[in-house]
């Protein structure tokens, strides 16, 4: 599907995300409120841009056709300013390309890495995440359980929804990616996969912390 001309580009985002009750508003503000977090990347994002109403530097990264037209239709801007909750101006950044295309400057520059939905993100990228930031994931491709296995990273939170509101979860964390069949998980049967391994016990999002 292509934006039309006469087509407002925040509809595309309302369509995607606000319709369909995928903000995830409340969960970038309890983010927010619970790490010291600025600065988020945000590789494979389409047009999710409610990162940018909580979080005031924010980089998107897309090779999608569709939403290299919606960030070059700067009506997105004014409507972050409408909907943002810090007093700064909104420091965004699109770039039109694969994620897996290096971009050096970025190196050591986020708080925050977003991986929903968009392959081996925290693998891929885990270079423009400092030391000690975090990394958000879901398992949808099997990224969580490559952050699982990866000496760089620590499990610190799962993240679930319950009465349409997010909570991190500190209990039990150890309970989480042990397969239910006995089963060897590494870089390269997730890689070669592309999909989630079945655990005993699971949670919609994860959070994880760069130690190294």
Do not use: W
């Amino acid at each position: 599907m292509t934006i039309k001309t006469n087509t407002n580009s925040i509809d595309i985002y309302k369509k995607y995300y606000v319709e369909r009750d995928y903000e995830q508003i409340d969960l970038f503000q309890l983010l927010k409120d619970k790490f010291e977090i600025e600065s988020v990347l945000y590789p494979g994002s389409y047009v999710h841009i409610s990162p940018a109403f909580i979080f005031p530097h924010v980089v998107f990264i897309d090779s999608d056709k569709q939403a290299n037209k919606f960030f070059k239709d700067y009506k997105y801007i004014s409507y972050i300013i409408d909907r943002k909750v810090y007093s700064a101006d909104p420091d965004v950044t699109f770039y039109a390309q694969d994620y897996t295309i290096p971009i050096p400057k970025l190196e050591n520059q986020f708080d925050l890495l977003v991986s929903q939905y968009a392959g081996f993100i925290s693998d891929t990228c885990k270079n423009y995440l400092k030391v000690n930031g975090y990394l958000l994931v879901n398992n949808s491709h099997g990224d969580a359980g490559l952050a699982a296995i990866d000496k760089d990273y620590k499990l610190v939170a799962a993240i679930k929804k319950s009465y349409n509101k997010y909570r991190l979860s500190i209990s039990d964390l150890d309970a989480y990616f042990l397969p239910k069949k006995d089963v060897s998980i590494n870089k390269e049967s997730l890689h070669e996969a592309r999909k989630g391994v079945d655990y005993k016990k699971t949670a919609p999002l994860y959070l994880f912390q760069r130690i190294s």
